[in-house]
């Protein structure tokens, strides 16, 4: 997945489950660090290749992420300060938002799960094909129904739509 829709869905995600802007900010920081740690690919052949072995190992292995924001929970309950306390939900909230790219990732091609070297993955769409667009904002729409949304205005408009076929 690009970067640009891994920051746009994450923000999307977070926005829609805690409706707050610097925990979605500090997501949306989080939601290309996996990437970041590896830097960026070298554009000699050999170091390319040494790159590319790494790619999607460590950096994007879900049980490190989790045991630093366990790390960032605990620590704030060993060090009750306020000002601590709120630097470290957002240093959560980026860390949400690296395991939702590494979830993302999977979506579209392999992440390791139990072990760093051995990788999962389903492969729904190529990175930049159209249909990354369109699972990306499939995403968007239904964080926003989360968010803004009326079942009761969808079912109406459903049953509408399904009385209108039966009367044909
Ligand atoms: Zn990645």
Not at 66 to 92: D, G, H, M, R, S
């Amino acid at each position: 997945m690009k970067w640009i829709n891994h920051q746009i869905v994450t923000g999307f995600i977070v926005c829609a489950a805690t409706d707050d802007a610097l925990f979605t900010a500090s997501a949306v920081v989080g939601a290309v660090l996996p990437d970041r740690v590896e830097g960026s690919p070298p554009k000699e052949s050999s170091a390319y290749w040494k790159w590319r072995k790494r790619h999607r190992t460590w950096s994007h292995w879900p049980p490190i992420y989790l045991l630093l924001i366990v790390a960032a929970q605990a620590a704030k309950n060993f060090y009750p300060e306020p000002t601590l306390a709120f630097v470290l939900n957002l240093v959560t909230y980026a860390l949400v938002g690296a395991l939702l790219h590494i979830a993302e990732d999977g979506l579209c091609g392999k992440i390791p799960i139990f072990t760093p070297h051995k990788k999962y993955g389903l492969k729904l769409f190529k990175v930049g094909a159209w249909s990354e667009y369109f699972f990306s904002a499939l995403i968007i729409s239904i964080c926003l129904f989360v968010r803004f949304g009326d079942v009761d205005l969808l079912k109406n408009y459903f049953e509408k739509i399904f009385d209108g076929r039966l009367r044909f």
